[in-house]
């Protein structure tokens, strides 16, 4: 499955580093840690500088920030999925078979007919022409 990725404007992920950075400085500096808090506001005023300036020197940063990103789906996602399956819907397909319910109508019944009647009686048969 191929799919368009677009890459931000250079402008958007200097201002959005920028804030991180100095949420980053605010909290170090409420804090009492003088030296985190320094380094913080040294890269909260370069990336602004840069973003401001010169934009294009982010390129490179923010490639490697997508594909960073790209990456951590991969990781996170199936890890994710998996913990919603068995977490949520095993129990509640193993609950359900344990009271005998059969939604999709799975078990095998003998029947002469396995024909199902409508009501209403569906589409016109006519409709179905020329699908493709």
Same mark, same amino acid.
């Given at each position: 499955?191929?799919?368009?990725?677009? &890459?931000?404007? @250079?402008?958007? $992920?200097? *201002?959005?580093?920028?804030?991180?950075? /100095?949420?980053? *400085?605010?909290? *170090?500096?409420?804090?009492?840690?003088?030296? !985190?808090?320094?380094?913080? /506001?040294?890269?909260?005023?370069?990336?602004?500088?840069?973003?401001?300036?010169?934009?294009?020197? !982010? !390129? $490179?940063?923010?490639?490697? +920030?997508?594909? $960073?990103?790209?990456? &951590?789906?991969?990781?996170?996602?199936?890890?994710?999925?998996? #913990? #919603?399956?068995?977490?949520?819907?095993?129990?509640? /397909?193993?609950?359900?078979?344990?009271?005998?319910?059969?939604?999709?109508? &799975?078990?095998?019944? =003998?029947?002469?007919?396995? +024909? =199902?009647?409508?009501?209403?009686?569906?589409?016109?048969?006519?409709?179905?022409? @020329?699908?493709?």
């Amino acid at each position: 499955m191929s799919q368009d990725i677009t &890459l931000p404007s @250079n402008k958007s $992920f200097g *201002f959005f580093f920028s804030a991180i950075f /100095a949420i980053g *400085f605010g909290y *170090f500096f409420l804090h009492g840690t003088v030296l !985190l808090s320094g380094l913080f /506001a040294v890269l909260t005023v370069t990336t602004f500088g840069v973003t401001l300036v010169a934009p294009q020197r !982010l !390129l $490179f940063f923010n490639r490697l +920030w997508l594909r $960073f990103g790209l990456l &951590l789906g991969k990781i996170v996602s199936p890890i994710v999925l998996g #913990i #919603i399956f068995f977490l949520f819907l095993s129990p509640i /397909a193993i609950l359900m078979r344990l009271v005998g319910r059969d939604e999709l109508q &799975l078990k095998n019944q =003998k029947k002469a007919s396995y +024909w =199902k009647e409508r009501t209403p009686a569906g589409p016109d048969p006519e409709s179905f022409r @020329n699908q493709f």
